[in-house]
């Protein structure tokens, strides 16, 4: 819960709210009729800006068809609170060292 404090401080009442939460695993509606590509693995490439990454695996997850186990958010660099994201939506997340220069 600590992790997410700072999202609790930039917009995310409800994600953090004691009395009525958001209720993040109902966001899936169900599977796609006559759907040709179910298996499709999804990669996020993200960095230190945990609110876009919200909104945006909010809006990922909430479309007919989509399977969070085929979900990965690699994450660009050592940040705690996209990693807390992801694990908020029960994704993998992966940080890695950026390669290139400073």
Known sequence: ???LL???QT???QVCSCSDPLPISSL???PVL???????PVAIIASNRPQYLY?????LLSASG????????FIDGFYEEPLAVAK?????????TPIGEA
């Open 88 to 96: 908020l939506f029960g994704l993998r997340g992966i940080q890695h």
């Open 34 to 40: 006559n759907n040709q590509v179910s298996d499709v």
């Open 28 to 30: 899936s509606r169900g």
């Open 1 to 3: 819960m600590a992790l």
């Open 6 to 8: 700072p999202l609790l």
């Open 11 to 13: 917009g995310y009442g």
């Open 55 to 59: 909104r945006m695996l909010r809006s």
């Open 66 to 73: 989509a399977d969070p186990d085929l979900v990965t958010v």
